[in-house]
C-alpha cells in the first residue's frame, strides 16, 4: 500500500532563515510526487511536482525539492523564508498509471516568526 | 483560465439532513476527485469522476455519494449528515491523467449541528 509520511508536524523558523521540509513515500510502484501549499480558509496550490527526469524541481515562490528514489523522499526546501511562507504544506503521491487519487500526508505547519 | 469553483462556501446543517455540495472545474478538465479534511484524519479520497463515470472510489460509507454532468460539473451529496461529517470538502480538477497537477478549489466548510 502506497503511504506518506511528513516527519514534522510543526517548524518553526526565523526570516530569512532556510527551511527544509521532509516527506517520505511508500510505494511498490511508480509515483508522482507533489507539494501543496494550504494557506488559513484556503484551498491546496500547487507549490511542485515531480514526475521524471531531473532529480531537482523548482516551484514557485522560491520553493525546490529534490526527488531521492533510494531514499524514498522528496523534501522541500527553501533557501530564505518570509512571513507570508506561514503556511501548512502538504506532500502528496498519486500513481503512474493509476488514475486521479492522491494520497496526502498529514502536513506540516510552517511559521515564521520576526 | 477561470479556477475550479465550490459552492457554497460554507453550509450549516443539522444532524440526519442531508446535504449537496456543487464543484465547476476548469474548463477542458474532464476529471474531478473530491477529498475530505478534517483536523483528526487530514485529506482523505473520496471519489472521482472521470467524464461522467466514476473511476476510483476511497473508504468511505455509502452515505457519501457523487455525480457528474456532461459539462464535467460535478456534486457531492451527503445523507444522514452526522457530526464527524463537518469538514472542509475540496474539489481537484484535473485533465485526468495521474501526471497533470491538480487545481483545487477553495472548498466547501461543512459544519454539522
Known amino acids: 500500500a502506497q503511504s506518506v509520511t511528513q516527519l514534522d508536524s510543526q517548524v518553526p523558523v526565523f526570516e530569512e532563515a532556510p527551511v527544509e521540509l521532509r516527506c517520505n513515500y511508500s510505494?511498490?510502484?511508480?509515483?508522482?510526487l507533489f507539494w501543496y501549499v494550504q494557506y488559513p480558509n484556503q484551498g491546496l496550490q500547487l507549490l511542485l511536482k515531480y514526475l521524471s527526469g531531473s532529480t531537482l524541481v523548482k516551484g514557485i515562490n522560491g520553493f525546490e525539492a529534490e526527488f531521492n528514489k533510494s531514499q524514498t523522499s522528496f523534501h522541500l526546501r527553501k533557501p530564505s523564508v518570509h512571513i507570508s511562507d506561514t503556511a501548512e504544506y502538504f506532500c502528496a503521491v498519486s500513481f503512474s498509471g493509476g488514475y486521479n487519487k492522491l494520497i496526502f500526508g498529514a502536513g506540516t505547519r510552517l511559521a515564521v516568526h520576526p | 483560465k477561470a479556477g475550479v469553483t465550490q459552492t457554497p462556501r460554507y453550509l450549516i446543517k443539522t444532524r440526519g439532513q442531508q446535504v449537496t455540495l456543487s464543484c465547476s472545474p476548469i474548463s477542458g478538465h474532464r476529471s474531478v476527485s473530491w477529498y475530505q479534511q478534517t483536523p483528526g484524519q487530514g485529506l482523505q479520497f473520496l471519489f472521482e469522476?472521470?467524464?461522467?463515470?466514476?473511476?476510483n472510489k476511497g473508504n468511505f460509507p455509502g452515505r457519501f455519494s457523487g455525480r457528474q454532468f456532461s459539462n464535467s460539473r460535478s456534486e457531492m451529496n451527503v445523507s444522514t449528515l452526522e457530526l464527524g461529517d463537518s469538514a472542509l470538502y475540496l474539489c481537484?480538477?484535473?485533465?485526468?491523467?495521474?501526471?497533470?497537477?491538480?487545481?483545487f478549489g477553495s472548498g466547501t466548510r461543512l459544519t454539522v449541528v
Open positions: 510505494s511498490s510502484v511508480s509515483v508522482y
Open positions: 481537484a480538477s484535473s485533465s485526468g491523467q495521474g501526471s497533470d497537477g491538480y487545481t
Open positions: 469522476y472521470f467524464s461522467e463515470t466514476q473511476r
